[in-house]
């Protein structure tokens, strides 16, 4: 109860935890406990609120058997066919990823479900009734991940496939014991909080894994790697020697694959997933769920699985006519691939028109230098709705400068889409892209806009 003195007079308001009866005030009980001004490198970090919160708790993370899930880039699509692998092997599983694209929900799923708006309610009432025991302020995503793990426990799942926030060793996620840790990849993002160099990043996601589970790595550089190796660990399986994709092959809706690992080979099944990364992002989810059963895979089971994979704004088609394609490639390495994906495996016969929006702190000279902007026919910018948006006209400003010949200032992720729909023929390409936060806000407006 909270006690205030008015006139006088002591009165009693209600405790906060009674105010969370549904979804809004679940979200605005969140909204209170997100910084957006904490920003630089973590001097100090700690795992001590989200293990005195889980511990008041019950400690529902120890509920279920998890594999966790790193990566500078690809974890997401990683985790999402990890956890269709395990659906097609008939175990209940929990999936835990972030960030979301348009409703919080996304990020706490159960067997492809997303957790309902009432129980969201309920789990972070749960916690807010538990804040004031611990007698620390949980973050956003602490608050987060305790209630993944509370509806994880709450519906049995057998496994939960949880995907880092950022980077690893100081991650509220990692409080778990996984049977089995993966590491996708490795390259330069979040410096704020880690680095300058590669060999420091790595080091941050080198702390998920653990001296009783087996360490899956798809990063291959010798030096990062011997990073991973020198973490206590049961099994350490590497990219290139226990497994790796022999066939990788542009086709209709995806891509044809042939995946060996040390205990079989997996010959010519389709993933409905556009790049050749997302091919490399199938096998090290192979070679993490024979790591959890220890035993290979059933080749039915994997050619169900992949069928049902999707995995929204990561290179997602909305239309056909013109072609729009969302993807929310953010840093560097993931603009990259996100380019070349798009420029080497759809060939539209009309322009190519980049939508594009990013965050602060990251350098967008060299974001628009790895989309390849100054390729695309017109860049039409926005700003992110997001606090740390980087605002349309200095993303424009900088577009200019490297060359790009048609640039258009808008102020909003949805006018920019407008405006490249009205400007586009059905021959034209348009791919909207720089951060999750443009991609989360483009899919509701191109599915009200779009026929």
């Known amino acids: 109860m909270v006690r205030v003195v008015c006139r006088g007079h002591v009165a009693r308001l209600p ?58 880039n690809g ?20 999936t835990y990823s972030s960030p979301h694209l348009e ?101 941050e996601k080198a702390g998920i894994i653990k001296a ?11 030096e990062l790697v011997d990073i991973f190796r020198d973490e206590p660990h049961d099994r350490f399986v590497l990219r290139g020697e226990e497994f790796e994709v022999r066939d990788n092959f542009l086709a209709v809706g995806g891509r044809q694959l042939t995946v060996t690992t040390r205990r079989a080979a997996y010959d010519d099944v389709f993933l409905p997933l556009h790049g050749q990364h997302q091919g490399d992002n199938a096998a090290i989810a192979i070679a993490a769920v024979e790591e959890f059963f220890d035993a290979a895979l059933p080749i039915e089971v994997v050619q169900e699985a992949f069928s049902s994979v999707v995995v929204p704004g990561r290179f997602e088609i909305v239309s056909h006519q013109p072609l ?34 990013s965050l602060r702190p990251r350098d967008i000279d060299d974001v628009l230098s790895a989309f390849r902007a100054d390729e695309f026919d017109v860049v039409i910018t926005c700003t992110a709705p997001s606090p740390r948006a980087c605002e349309s006209r200095v993303i424009a400003a900088a577009a200019t400068a490297m060359g790009c010949d048609d640039v258009i200032v808008c102020d909003t992720v949805e006018e920019a889409g407008t405006r490249a729909l009205r400007d586009a023929t059905a021959e034209d390409a348009i791919l909207v892209t720089g951060s999750l936060y443009v991609v989360g806000s483009a899919r509701p407006h191109f599915r009200r806009v779009l026929p």
């Open 15 to 72: 405790d906060p935890v009674l105010l969370i009866v549904n979804f809004a005030a679940a979200l605005s009980y969140l909204d209170e406990h997100a910084s957006y001004e904490k920003t630089g490198r973590i001097d100090t970090p700690s795992l001590d609120v989200i293990t005195r919160l889980l511990e008041a708790l019950g400690d529902p993370h120890r509920a279920f058997k998890v594999i966790h899930v790193t990566g500078t």
């Open 75 to 94: 974890k997401g699509s990683t985790t999402a066919i990890i956890s269709r692998l395990l659906v097609a092997h008939g175990l209940r599983v929990g």
């Open 103 to 203: 409703s919080v929900r996304e990020r706490i799923q159960v067997d492809g479900e997303s957790i309902g708006e009432e129980t969201f309610a309920g789990v972070v009432a749960d916690i807010a009734r538990v804040e004031s025991i611990i007698g620390r302020r949980p973050s956003y995503f602490e608050i987060l991940t305790a209630g993944a793990f509370i509806h994880f426990a709450n519906e049995a799942v057998d496994v939960a496939v949880v995907e880092v926030g950022m980077l690893g060793r100081w991650d509220a996620t990692n409080v778990v014991s996984p049977e089995v840790a993966v590491i996708t990849n490795i390259a330069l993002d979040h410096t704020e909080f880690a680095g300058p160099a590669l060999e420091d990043i790595a080091r």
């Open 212 to 222: 009783e589970g087996s360490a899956v790595i798809g990063e291959t550089r010798p």
């Open 324 to 357: 729009v394609i969302l993807d929310g490639a953010h840093n560097p390495a993931g603009s990259d691939v996100c380019a070349s994906v798009f420029m080497n495996d759809f060939q539209p016969e009309g322009r190519r028109i980049l939508v594009v929006g």
